[in-house]
């Protein structure tokens, strides 16, 4: 059962909302509180970049002072140096400003300036009053990266320096380092930048870089060539001593050339690589494509030959020693010399078969082909292998089941001069050289004799024939004496011989008159001479 309502309650009806207005003092911490937040999100955004370059020491680095610089231009600064995890490298934290982040590639390079004293030059001076920076190399790759290895040493060659790099291959490095020049034609270009071992260690790569405008010099045909110290050679034009500069003396250095005959004219793009050599004329000599190796066996002692030592055909270098060893012979228990040469057929400029070649050579030694050791260089006892033809000696024929095939050998000049000195001495050991002393030694007792009987008789003349001598010159002296004072002008017979002359001449003229009268009168004779106004 269910309780009524009065009717006359009353009707309740719902409020209307009211709005609420907020009061004028919430308005100053409501913009307090976004200019903080504005402040703080400028402040994260300028913060930068946060990256991490690995060193091996953190010699002249700070925390908070040390600035990390590219082309003196402050970019960001260190916030952090720390150990690494195995304590074998600094981890150096840094801040970069907003705007470079840019150039955080996997090739750019950071290392640390402080004064330096390397090859390349004096550097880094001004870090004595500004204090030790970071500096920056920008690389041009394209991976970004946070991590870095700085450089121990700063770089020869930055990345924003116009020109090209190239790679050279050679035996080892010689006296060249980091900094050392690079040369055409006596100009210094550019300059070696890094170097490394190869894998296998059997020889060098370099990395030079030639500045711009000679890079264009650099054509695929381009030979490179050690230009470190002195050149010095000998020849029939006397002592040539050449070097690059006195830079190259101290500091070593590259050169290069480009051969008059090269084909090649092209520009050699970036990091081509070239054979780097150990001299101009190895490096300008025409490369042999076509080789053949022999093998020598000799007598004689090969003291002063050396591997690399030239093979000679009168006078046209036409090889070189490969290999010196020594061969057993069992049967005949002996040891002999074995050189092993590589001969190119091209510096022969004959272009034949393999068939007609052996032919050919064949030929040869049955005319007297042999090889043969010359001294190269009485000073040194350098030695060189000459190949030449020797028309008397005994036949003899190449060995073509050998490997490699050998060649017929004959003793060199110097072995044969030795042993005609030998033979000369054995010749000097049985001369009766006790009896030819004896011989000699009374041969100088008689000469001592005459040399004495001379000096008896030498003496008996000044005391015999002097005086006589110096009487006879008295005579003579008076006698020229007389005849000088009857010589005189005021001498009678000088006299007596002007009046003579004087006579002779008025004689001589009377016969003149007389002749050209009967020349004139014939009949002067009979007749007389007729007066000047006489008729006949």
């Known amino acids: 059962m269910t309780e009524e309502l009065p009717h006359d309650l009353p009707e309740a009806r719902p409020a209307p909302h009211s709005r609420w207005r907020p009061s004028l003092v919430w308005i100053i911490p409501i913009v307090a509180a976004l200019i903080g937040t504005w402040f703080a999100v400028q402040a994260v955004l300028q913060r930068g970049t946060e990256i991490t370059i690995s060193f091996s020491n953190a010699e002249g680095l700070e925390s908070g002072k040390t600035r990390i610089k590219y082309k003196n231009v402050d970019i960001g600064e260190v916030t952090s140096i720390t150990l690494a995890p195995d304590r074998s490298r600094v981890l150096v934290g840094a801040r970069v400003r907003r705007g470079n982040e840019n150039f955080l590639v996997q090739d750019t390079r950071f290392w640390v300036v402080r004064p330096r004293v390397a090859a390349s030059g004096v550097s880094g001076l001004s870090t004595l009053l500004s204090g030790t920076y970071i500096g920056v190399d920008i690389g041009r790759g394209t991976d970004a990266t946070r991590e870095?290895?700085?450089?121990?040493?700063?770089?020869?060659?930055?990345?924003?320096?116009?020109?090209?790099?190239?790679?050279?291959?050679?035996?080892?490095?010689?006296?060249?380092?980091?900094?050392?020049?690079?040369?055409?034609?006596?100009?210094?270009?550019?300059?070696?930048?890094?170097?490394?071992?190869?894998?296998?260690?059997?020889?060098?790569?370099l990395k030079?870089?030639?500045?711009?405008?000679?890079?264009?010099?650099?054509?695929?045909?381009?030979?490179?060539?050690?230009?470190?110290?002195?050149?010095?050679?000998?020849?029939?034009?006397?002592?040539r001593v050449d070097t690059e500069s006195l830079v190259s003396l101290v500091l070593g250095g590259v050169a290069f050339v480009n051969p008059p005959s090269g084909d090649a004219r092209a520009e050699a793009p970036e990091n081509t690589s070239f054979t780097l050599y150990d001299n101009p004329k190895a490096a300008l000599r025409?490369?042999?494509?076509?080789?053949?190796?022999?093998?020598?066996?000799?007598?004689?002692?090969?003291?002063?030959?050396?591997?690399?030592?030239?093979?000679?055909?009168?006078?046209?270098?036409?090889?070189?020693?490969?290999?010196?060893?020594?061969?057993?012979?069992?049967?005949?228990?002996?040891?002999?010399?074995?050189?092993?040469?590589?001969?190119?057929?091209?510096?022969?400029?004959?272009?034949?078969?393999?068939?007609?070649?052996?032919?050919?050579?064949?030929?040869?030694?049955?005319?007297?082909?042999?090889?043969?050791?010359?001294?190269?260089?009485?000073?040194?006892?350098?030695?060189y292998v000459a190949m030449d033809l020797f028309p008397k000696e005994a036949p003899a024929r190449i060995d073509w089941q050998a490997r490699p095939p050998r060649l017929p050998a004959t003793p060199g000049s110097l072995n044969a001069l030795q042993e005609s000195a030998g033979e000369i001495a054995k010749k000097l050991a049985k001369l009766p050289l006790d009896e030819i002393a004896a011989d000699l030694r009374?041969?100088?007792?008689?000469?001592?004799?005459?040399?004495?009987?001379?000096?008896?008789?030498?003496?008996?003349?000044?005391r015999d024939l002097l005086p006589a001598a110096q009487a006879a010159l008295d005579e003579v002296r008076g006698a020229l004496s007389e005849a000088r004072r009857a010589l005189s002008a005021e001498?009678?017979?000088?006299n007596d011989v002007r009046d003579a002359a004087?006579?002779?001449?008025?004689?001589?003229?009377?016969?003149?008159?007389?002749?050209?009268?009967?020349?004139m009168q014939p009949e002067a004779l009979l007749r007389g001479r007729r007066g000047d106004g006489a008729t006949p």
Do not use: C
């Open 148 to 205: 870095f290895a700085g450089l121990e040493t700063p770089p020869a060659v930055t990345g924003d320096r116009p020109g090209r790099s190239f790679i050279l291959h050679g035996p080892d490095m010689g006296s060249l380092d980091i900094g050392s020049p690079v040369f055409f034609r006596r100009i210094q270009v550019g300059q070696v930048t890094a170097y490394n071992l190869l894998e296998d260690g059997s020889g060098v790569v």
């Open 208 to 239: 030079i870089f030639v500045e711009r405008p000679y890079e264009r010099y650099v054509t695929n045909d381009s030979r490179f060539w050690q230009a470190s110290g002195l050149d010095v050679s000998v020849d029939s034009s006397g002592l």
């Open 286 to 383: 025409r490369p042999d494509r076509i080789f053949e190796d022999y093998a020598l066996l000799f007598d004689e002692s090969v003291r002063g030959l050396s591997v690399g030592a030239p093979v000679d055909f009168r006078g046209v270098e036409v090889g070189e020693v490969t290999s010196i060893g020594l061969d057993y012979d069992a049967r005949g228990q002996t040891f002999k010399m074995a050189v092993g040469i590589r001969v190119y057929p091209e510096r022969l400029r004959v272009q034949v078969s393999a068939r007609s070649a052996r032919a050919r050579l064949d030929a040869l030694v049955a005319r007297g082909l042999r090889a043969q050791l010359r001294s190269g260089n009485l000073l040194t006892g350098q030695l």
């Open 442 to 462: 009374r041969t100088l007792e008689q000469l001592d004799g005459a040399t004495k009987n001379a000096g008896k008789l030498m003496d008996r003349l000044d």
């Open 491 to 494: 001498a009678p017979l000088q």
């Open 502 to 519: 004087r006579e002779i001449s008025r004689a001589a003229q009377a016969l003149r008159l007389l002749a050209e009268t009967l020349e």
